[in-house]
T-cell receptor
Framework: GAVVSQHPSWVICKSGTSVKIECRSLDFQATTMFWYRQFPKQSLMLMATSNEGSKATYEQGVEKDKFLINHASLTLSTLTVTSAHPEDSSFYIC??????????FGPGTRLTVL | SQQGEEDPQALSIQEGENATMNCSYKTSINNLQWYRQNSGRGLVHLILIRSNEREKHSGRLRVTLDTSKKSSSLLITASRAADTASYFCALYNNNDMRFGAGTRLTVKP
């Protein structure tokens, strides 16, 4: 099946710093990429949907200026958590799709903000 | 926005037994998907069933969809310890996907 990678797999940072998470589709061109956040013992929460070359569509309640999403190419999307705080600590997962209704998920990135 | 509601929240069985998880929803869908998440790992896509399909099989997995009752079930037959994971249903409608809270399955050896 299609492979989606995320980098880094985990990151620890100090409060106030910015963290960039990359999501790459390795063997297909992703017209759409999704970013999710998962709180412990809870389901995935869709944060935003990004289409290559256009601005991301954010879900209600997700701060656009805090979670910057860039989908610059058909194989790469980035999520930047700006001025991270401890409450931003979470598991962030991206997924990618190409003209199908199936999404391929990345392995996730564990963010811990001290 | 809707998301699937899964039942049960947790399920513990012995190896070799069958495991059944259910997902209910409220509005229309294009398809319904089941995913597995092993502890600390990313989601793995298991099976997709379209709104005009009633049943699909994949190995030891069997998924049914009843659009009149707005529910789906995932059956894992002859379970193995390696099947221990959280299982999520995801509702897909017009490029929007929503996940349920998941069912935590524990298969005891």
């Amino acid at each position: 099946g299609a492979v989606v990678s995320q980098h880094p797999s985990w990151v620890i940072c100090k409060s106030g710093t910015s963290v960039k998470i990359e999501c790459r589709s390795l063997d297909f061109q992703a017209t759409t990429m999704f970013w999710y956040r998962q709180f412990p013992k809870q389901s995935l929460m869709l944060m935003a949907t990004s289409n290559e070359g256009s601005k991301a569509t954010y879900e209600q309640g997700v701060e656009k200026d805090k979670f910057l999403i860039n989908h610059a190419s058909l194989t790469l999307s980035t999520l930047t958590v700006t001025s991270a705080h401890p409450e931003d600590s979470s598991f962030y997962i991206c997924s990618a799709s190409w003209r199908t209704d199936t999404q391929y998920f990345g392995p996730g990135t564990r963010l811990t903000v001290l | 926005s809707q998301q699937g509601e899964e039942d049960p929240q947790a399920l513990s069985i012995q190896e070799g037994e069958n495991a059944t998880m259910n997902c209910s929803y409220k509005t229309s869908i294009n398809n319904l998907q089941w995913y597995r998440q092993n502890s600390g790992r990313g989601l793995v896509h298991l099976i997709l069933i379209r709104s005009n399909e009633r049943e699909k099989h994949s190995g030891r997995l069997r998924v049914t969809l009843d659009t009149s009752k707005k529910s789906s079930s995932l059956l894992i037959t002859a379970s193995r310890a390696a099947d221990t994971a959280s299982y999520f249903c995801a509702l897909y409608n017009n490029n929007d996907m929503r996940f349920g809270a998941g069912t935590r399955l524990t298969v005891k050896p």
